[in-house]
């Protein structure tokens, strides 16, 4: 017979089950969403009464009202006095507002230290017809507990959207060790948040808050940290986000189209146009004798004989690709629109308010028409995103060094690559990043780069004997920041310190050993690693 401890296990079982299976529940769109790893299970009406921890969300609202009143606050200064600081910078360092949002530095937006009174916080909020939690300054704490649908309707009213939505897509790009990017593209913009869970203390519950690029605003909350949250169900969460087109679709760019074809004249039907705004289908005459039909809905312009486009920035992307290649495969075109919106971060030169940049094919062909829905949902997708790191260029079916080919991104989408991907082979030293702030998460070392790829040449012989060894065709050597060397197996990065001394040689050795054998036992035994790497450099 079994005994009743036994028993009392065998009955825990189906619930900590059920706790592990706990469905992470969103707030969109009038609907609470129930969602499992991979898939939507249940939807509903948003119920008025379901309520969820503040958690770090309070320091949302404090940054929208430093933004909308035109605060000059002073950065936060880290002198290793509290453990807080851990969210904010290393002792000695300092931190500054978007930065802290993006870590949640709550001593960054610490209302004392922002000198924000009571009854300023109170006159300013109530303007805005906030709920009663968010008048008090004393409720912004992680505990107070709030309406899920209240905190929904204060998000679609909050002041500075615009830039909180420019900064947050930062979160994205940090979580869940790079994937989320890779799930989500650029429609998502949230803080995250974390908190001690309701029936258990000793556990945990986080998710996130904010808005889709079109500016919805959005919740989840679910079992464990916002982290957890975002790793295990990015897959279902990608599959229930929506595609619009983005609030704020970039800064226009202006195109000098046909740059290289002088123009002999542009017909609207039987009728010479002569100058300004262009309407409707039209058709352009070149001096060489050719001729193109193309259409406005009042973006395109004749100025002196010229073509010029004036363009939101994620309409020229859609364009770009429309001209260069094509929407599908979707994983491939995705690329693509990353590639084509940093090479216009890269050469556009600026025009007053716009950027500026010619239509060629030393440049990027832009198509003189709409773009279509499809090209549109590209761009919208993996709208704000650029590479950082290194120069980018690409061509239709050539690759090369930081150069992406089509061809061979399509190959790799139809072998079921995802995007960030084929980004990654064809740039294996940038990161994405925001195109308002493009910082790259690889310093590149092209010397200690040079010096290993010389080295393997020598080395195939001898490593080819040894079982297991798959020499890796395209990875980065990356400038160590602290801590000791490593390497990233999952972005191809080998990060080190140099290449100048003998134990720096060793270093590279060891790691790029870890990454040419990661697909045998032999790549985590670290003696035979380590022995193999000294053999090679001192024998």
């Known amino acids: 017979m079994l005994r009743p401890v036994v028993w009392c296990l065998l009955c825990l079982i189906p619930a900590l089950a059920t706790a592990q299976d706990e469905p992470l529940r969103v707030a969109f769109k009038g609907e609470l969403l129930s969602l499992s790893r991979t898939q939507l299970i249940a939807r509903q009406p948003l119920p008025a009464d379901l309520q969820a921890p503040l958690g770090s969300l309070w320091k949302l609202f404090v940054y929208a009202w430093l933004v909308d009143t035109g605060a000059r606050e002073s950065s936060y200064e880290c002198r290793g006095q509290s453990k807080e600081e851990v969210y904010c910078c290393s002792s000695g360092g300092k931190i500054e507002r978007d930065q802290a949002l993006v870590k949640s ?4 937006f610490e209302p004392a230290r922002l000198g924000i009174t009571g009854s300023d916080w109170r006159a300013y909020w109530q303007a805005r017809q906030a709920p009663q939690w968010l008048l008090q300054l004393p409720s912004l704490q992680p505990s107070t507990r709030v309406s899920v649908a209240q905190l929904l309707q204060a998000l679609a009213l909050m002041p ?16 869940a060790d790079g994937n989320a990017v890779g799930e989500f593209g650029g429609r998502l913009r949230v803080k995250t948040w974390s908190w001690l869970g309701d029936q258990d203390p000793s556990s945990r519950q986080g998710g996130f808050a904010g808005w889709t690029v079109d500016g919805t605003p959005i919740w989840a909350g679910g079992r464990g940290t916002s982290q957890r949250v975002l790793r295990k169900h990015g897959q279902a969460l990608a599959s229930v986000l929506s595609v619009d087109w983005p609030a704020q679709a970039g800064r226009c760019v202006e195109v000098g189209l046909f740059s290289r074809y002088p123009i002999a004249r542009v017909m609207s039907g039987d009728r010479i146009v002569t100058s300004g705004p262009l309407q409707g289908d039209l058709r352009v005459e070149f001096t060489n004798g050719n001729q193109l039909d193309i259409r406005s809905d009042g973006e395109l312009f004749l100025l002196d004989n010229k073509l010029v486009a004036r363009l939101e920035r994620e309409e020229y992307v859609a364009r770009v690709l429309q001209r260069e ?15 084509i919106r940093t090479y216009l971060l890269q050469n556009a030169s600026r025009n ?8 060629s094919s030393a440049r990027q062909r832009v198509a003189p028409r709409p773009a279509t829905a499809e090209s549109r949902h590209i761009a919208a997708w993996t709208s704000d995103l650029v590479l950082a790191g290194t120069t980018v260029t690409y061509h239709s079916d050539q690759p090369g060094p930081d150069k992406l080919s089509w061809q ?31 910082v790259a998460s690889c310093e590149a070392l092209p010397a200690a780069q040079d010096w290993l790829q010389k080295q393997r040449r020598g080395w195939r012989p001898r490593l080819e004997s040894e079982t297991g060894y798959n020499e890796v065709s395209t990875f980065a050597v990356c400038r160590l920041a602290f801590g000791r060397p490593y390497v990233d197996r999952e972005r191809l990065r080998l990060y080190v310190r140099g290449v100048l001394s003998l134990q720096d040689r060793l270093d590279l050795t060891h790691e790029y050993l870890h990454l040419a054998f990661e697909a045998h036992p032999n790549g985590q035994d670290e003696t035979y690693i380590e022995g193999l790497a000294r053999h090679l450099l001192l024998e």
């Open 408 to 438: 061979q991104a399509v190959e790799q989408a139809n072998a079921g690559q995802r995007y960030d991907a084929i980004l990654l082979h064809a740039y294996p030293r940038a990161s994405l990043s925001r195109w308002d702030n493009p």
């Open 160 to 175: 500075a959207q615009a830039e909180a939505r420019k900064v947050l897509l930062d979160v994205v790009l940090n979580a």
């Open 105 to 108: 530095c709550g001593l960054y």
């Open 352 to 359: 007053g308010d716009c950027l500026s940049i010619d239509d």
């Open 325 to 339: 290649a094509q929407s599908q495969p979707a994983e491939a075109a995705k690329a693509l629109a990353v590639a």
